[in-house]
């Protein structure tokens, strides 16, 4: 029980978890405002605006430098990580989303392809540079003030 109590308590933890719960709730909330159409799938998919990846690993590394002093190593891995993930996020992970957009015309296209597909690929998968920017700046605020 003491355990648990310490990982309740420790906010390294668990402001980058409600923070993350936060930012896919209001993804799921600007879905249902702008289509008007309830997106539950968006509370756990990626993409979109702000990033909850940048916004997580940013809040993390920050509480971590309040916690632990912003020379500590534990906060360097945490920075490596975050910028890690950025990068995944608004790279690798976007143009693989690109890819998947490009997939899907063909595929949709008559006579180009003889595939038969059970579903679209995933294309909402990375972020654009700004939505990992705003990501960053709103897990380093929260982390900040929390």
Not at 82 to 102: C, E, L, P, T
Not at 111 to 121: A, D, I, P, Y
Not at 137 to 144: S, T
Request: with cysteine; aromatic share 6%.
């Amino acid at each position: 029980m003491q355990i648990l109590n310490e990982i309740a308590h420790n906010k390294c933890i668990y402001v980058p978890f409600v923070l993350w719960i936060l930012i896919q709730t209001f993804k799921v909330l600007t879905e249902l405002i702008m289509n008007k159409r309830l997106n539950v799938k968006r509370i756990i998919g990626a993409g979109g605006m702000p990033s909850s990846h940048s916004a997580v690993v940013c809040s993390l590394a920050t509480c971590i430098g309040k916690e632990y002093s912003f020379s500590s190593g534990i906060f360097a891995i945490a920075m490596v990580m975050a910028f890690v993930v950025m990068y995944d996020a608004a790279g690798v992970r976007r143009a693989a989303g690109k890819q998947a957009g490009i997939l899907n015309k063909i595929l949709e296209t008559p006579g180009m392809t003889t595939v038969q597909v059970q579903e679209k690929l995933v294309e909402m998968l990375g972020h654009t540079p700004i939505q990992v920017f705003v990501g960053a700046i709103l897990g380093i605020v929260v982390g900040a003030l929390i």
